[in-house]
């Protein structure tokens, strides 16, 4: 079953991919390495995991503008997320998402790291502003 | 957020790709601040120019960036100086990568002046809407100047510069300017008390806009220290001095005791400068440096255009054998990382150790100086 959430677009673009969902906001300065999209910013919830191809969701992104450039520099890595979902997007992650064309979309009728799990089908759509869900639970 | 039709127009390609993205950028953040519409920009000024900062990420993205600057732009330091890199042991490889990034900027139409102070050499009007990134220079322009700009970061302040605009939201509107908070300071400051004020307020100000009440007077330079401390450690983007607050705000009282963050300890080498000398500051340390020979690295950072303003102030400086440094700082730049530094900078004693991963050591002017100067 596919659960349809309305959000707010904020970069554009279609993707889809597991989810990988954390509490924890995102430094993209410091906290995942641009070499090989793997999360190594030692207190992070994530440390260990590679978001690449993932559909990320976390509730904000922190930290340095640099952060922007980090997510850039993944994309052209081809070591970027499919597509972000925020609770709330601050500028850094939105700024970083458009400059690099990967999908996000934010202020869902639900808490996105309460409503999607880890393994969770997603696909968000950044042009129109919503995602589909599909849990893990019931596949 | 309205857009006019060149707006609309610029958003769906019809100026090119590098405009598209710009604009994209500023409807975003224009969504996501609540702003109703953009409005036009006199000047931007840019954050994240030093390769130690933005590294391959920053410089891969802006080595694809194609378009040109339509309000005068300026870029904050660099790390390196541009002629002297060689004197601060900046390696080859370094001074190649930072050369790309300053060619980069510059193919965009943007002047490649390298400073956190550019409004010595051209300061916005009272009144007047700007876009800036640089945290102590948003301040002064904010707080001193009477211009208008938000904490803009380097990519939002570089589509800024290819458009001409920024959202209207934060400090361009009068309800956001208020004080939200009063802090008064009981005792007499002077010299680098007013940075480690900063420093100490910050983290208890965050966002807010402190009216600061003093029993001294400060003057412009005293106060592009305190902002830069306060911007430092919190995210103080405008303060008032004596503004009386009408409506009922917590206050913070601060006593001398408080600034109890000076330390001594011998240093490795001591820098001074940050944010950028002013001529007045350069002034000073002449004087105090008159007469004496350093026996350790003792690096002043100032803007270019302060020291082509100044040459026998910096001649008279370098006579001690301390050296004048433009286009960089000790915070951008690695030729100070790992280093025992002692600084007079509220900000600097901030990000010494976190971007330097250095033992950073806060004192007065005068104690810089003197450590310089015994062996």
């Known amino acids: 079953m596919i659960t349809i959430i309305k959000g707010r677009k904020i970069s554009k673009g279609v993707a889809e991919g597991k989810a990988l969902v954390t509490k924890n906001p995102i430094s993209f300065l410091g906290d995942i390495d641009p070499k090989t999209g793997i999360v190594v910013g030692p207190n992070h919830e994530l440390c260990g995991c590679s978001i690449v191809g993932k559909i990320l969701v976390f509730p904000m992104g922190k930290g340095s503008t640099v952060g922007s450039y980090v997510l850039y520099q993944l994309k052209k890595n081809g070591l970027a997320p499919a597509a972000i979902v925020n609770k709330y997007s601050e500028a850094i992650v939105a700024v970083g998402a458009i400059i690099s064309d990967i999908p996000l979309v934010d202020c869902l009728e639900e808490d996105p790291t309460i409503s999607i799990e880890t393994g969770d089908n997603v696909r968000v759509n950044g042009t129109e502003g919503y995602i589909e869900v599909e849990s893990w639970r019931k596949q | 957020m309205y857009l006019t039709c060149e707006e609309e127009a610029t958003l769906s390609g019809e100026f090119g790709t590098a405009k598209q993205k710009a604009m994209e950028i500023l409807v975003a953040l224009g969504d996501i601040y609540g702003a109703d519409k953009l409005i036009a920009v006199e000047s931007s000024q840019i954050a994240g120019v030093s390769y130690k900062t933005i590294g391959e990420a920053g410089l891969e993205y802006l080595t694809q960036l194609n378009g ?99 959202p209207n939201y934060g400090y361009h509107l009068d309800k956001n300017r208020v004080p939200t908070l009063l802090i008064k300071a009981n005792f007499e400051l002077k010299d680098s008390d007013y940075g480690a004020l900063g420093y100490v307020v910050g983290k208890i100000v965050e966002a807010n806009v402190p009216s600061l009440f003093f029993v001294s007077i400060p003057k412009n330079d005293d106060l592009k220290a305190l902002g830069a401390g306060m911007a430092a450690t919190g995210a103080v983007a405008l303060y008032h001095i004596n503004k009386i607050v009408e409506r009922p705000v917590d206050v913070i009282e601060v006593e001398r005791g408080d600034l109890d963050i000076y330390s001594f300890e011998e240093p490795d080498i001591v820098a001074i400068g940050c944010p950028h000398c002013s001529q007045s500051e350069l002034m000073k340390i002449a004087k105090l440096l008159e007469g004496k020979t350093v026996k350790k690295p003792l690096w002043i950072c100032t803007s270019r255009e302060v020291a082509h303003a100044s040459p026998h102030t910096v001649e008279a400086i ?40 250095s033992r950073t050591s806060l004192c007065t002017t005068q104690g810089c100086i003197d450590a310089a100067c015994s062996a």
């Open chain 2, 68 to 166: 040109r600057v339509v309000i005068p732009t300026t870029l904050n330091p660099m790390g390196m100086d541009k002629f002297k890199w060689e004197e601060l042991g900046i390696s080859a490889d370094f001074h190649a990568k930072q050369m790309d990034i300053i060619e980069s900027y510059e193919r965009l139409g943007i002047n490649s002046e390298c400073t956190c102070t550019p409004y010595y050499k051209f300061a916005p009007l009272r009144g007047s809407h700007i876009s800036w990134s640089e945290s102590s220079a948003v301040s002064y322009a904010n707080s001193v100047l009477g211009a208008r700009t938000n904490r803009e970061g380097g990519p939002s302040a570089l589509a800024s510069a290819l458009i001409g605009k920024t």
């Open chain 2, 318 to 357: 370098e006579n001690s054998g301390a050296k004048v440094i433009c286009d960089t700082c000790m915070v951008v730049s690695p030729a100070f990382e790992g280093r025992k530094m002692m600084v007079n900078s509220g900000k600097a004693f901030a990000y010494g150790p976190s971007l330097c991963k």
